[in-house]
């Protein structure tokens, strides 16, 4: 793919049988390191450590929203782990921003990136994307009426489970009612 950095993760799930009983493209901002760093596997090394590996809280949380958990309730390694290979992660940024998350992407960057984000919706073929942040959701151009776009707050800042939650099941049934029936 022309002008993609960062391949996306695609789970060993996503395109047969998964969790959803269609594709969701989970949609993060941007990476962020050391130029130096830039190669194609970045984000499914990032995926694999913090979301399978470890327990980190963004990816937790992101977890929780794609299986309908709240706050509350404690999710395990191997769930959170496993709900991953059910999906595909692409950050939409194609280079890094910097080495700290605070720094915002410059308007070069955000313009750059808008053909190979559209090169893997093409490839991908999501019936959802989970669009994680409020300004990636004003910045990612239209696309094709048969995909349910969900926008949600970006699970780093004052996150509420009970208001984001349904927004995204309620994408997911939406995008069921839209699919051909066999």
Same mark, same amino acid.
């Given at each position: 793919?022309?002008?993609?950095v ?5 789970g ?22 050391? &130029?130096?760093?830039?190669? #194609?596997? +970045?984000t ?5 450590? %913090?979301?399978? $590996? ?19 309730t ?10 991953w290979?059910?999906?595909a ?11 700290d ?19 893997? &919706?093409?490839?991908?073929? #999501?019936? +959802? ?6 300004? %990636?959701?004003? $910045?990612i151009?239209s ?9 949600i ?5 004052g ?6 939650n ?17």
């Amino acid at each position: 793919m022309s002008g993609v950095v960062f391949d996306p993760w695609i789970g060993s799930k996503y395109f047969g049988e998964n969790h959803f009983g269609l594709r969701v493209l989970v949609l993060g901002e941007s990476h962020y390191g050391d &130029v130096l760093e830039s190669r #194609p596997t +970045v984000t499914t090394e990032v995926v694999r450590l %913090l979301a399978q $590996n470890e327990r980190h809280v963004f990816f937790t949380k992101v977890s929780k929203v794609l299986l309908g958990l709240d706050g509350n309730t404690w999710l395990d390694n191997k769930q959170r782990g496993e709900i991953w290979e059910h999906i595909a992660f692409y950050n939409y940024i194609q280079g890094f921003v910097g080495n700290d998350s605070r720094i915002r992407p410059s308007s070069e960057l955000w313009n750059a990136s808008t053909q190979p984000f559209l090169e893997v &919706v093409q490839k991908l073929s #999501p019936a +959802v994307i989970l669009v994680l942040g409020k300004e %990636l959701g004003s $910045n990612i151009p239209s696309l094709a009426e048969h995909i349910e776009v969900c926008c949600i707050q970006h699970p780093s800042t004052g996150f509420v489970y009970d208001r984001w939650n349904p927004l995204f099941s309620e994408a997911v049934e939406r995008a069921k009612l839209k699919m051909p029936n066999p």
